[in-house]
């Protein structure tokens, strides 16, 4: 297994719209509907902000949206504020009860 | 709401076992899956394992060899041992429930980590 690919950094400016990719195969990105992002603000642990790929957990705004494409996922956030500034992380399911990550990408609001 | 907090050594030497323990309050173990996730410092995120409420268990394939993952129901807790580590092991482990019942894609709630170094 091979992490999921992620963009190293994405960045925008207050209310503009950000768009993260999430690569993988069709193992596991293309081959399930199963794909969750999280959140990580520096020293804490991750939030779930989305999962089955499209999804929201309750009390995440819906400023965060999931989809899928072939073997790429994307989270986009829109209205982007100074508080969505975090690393954000892709999770698939990849078959045979197993899960894999994306490596990351740091999200800079200017 | 569920809250789980990990507990373990902060410091090990190459070879020996790594034991950690997640103790769940404000929920029900013998319900949801359980997991552990780990983060080398400045890296990204590593999928473990997992344990069910049945109690069978599912590894990441690059450690199946050298991982266990147990669970207590009497003290609400579930457990990690990780075999022979290695410096490369060093990381901030963090346990993990499901974000429902039926779920095991989705991580819903975490703790808040520990940080685990591997040094001779």
């Known amino acids: 297994q091979s992490a999921l690919t992620q963009p190293r950094s994405v960045s925008g400016s207050p209310g503009q719209s950000v768009t993260i990719s999430c690569t993988g195969t069709?193992?596991?990105?293309?081959?399930?509907?199963?794909v969750s992002w999280y959140q990580q603000r520096p020293g804490k642990a991750p939030k779930l902000m989305i999962y089955d790929v499209t999804k929201w957990p309750s009390g995440v705004p819906d400023r965060f949206s999931g989809f899928k494409s072939g073997n790429t996922a994307s989270l986009t956030i829109s209205g982007l504020q100074a508080e969505d500034e975090a690393d954000y992380y892709c999770?698939?399911?990849?078959?045979?009860?197993?899960?894999?990550f994306g490596g990351g990408t740091k999200l800079t609001v200017l | 709401q569920v809250q789980l907090q990990e507990s373990g050594p902060g410091l090990m030497k190459p070879s020996e076992t790594l034991s950690l323990t997640c103790t769940v309050s404000g929920g029900f173990i013998s319900t949801y899956h359980w997991s552990w996730i780990r983060q080398p410092p400045g890296k990204g995120l590593e999928w473990i394992g997992y344990?069910?409420?049945?109690?069978?268990?599912n590894y990441n394939p690059s450690l199946q060899s050298r991982v266990t993952i147990s669970v207590d129901t009497s003290k609400n807790q579930f457990s990690l041992r990780l075999y022979s580590v290695i410096p490369a092991d060093t990381a901030v482990y963090y346990c993990a429930r499901a974000r429902d019942f039926d779920d095991y894609f989705a991580w819903g709630a975490w703790g808040q980590g520990t940080l685990v170094t591997v040094s001779s």
């Open positions: 344990i069910s409420y049945s109690g069978s268990t």
């Open positions: 999770c698939s399911y990849a078959g045979s009860h197993t899960l894999i």
């Open positions: 069709s193992s596991d990105v293309g081959g399930y509907n199963y």
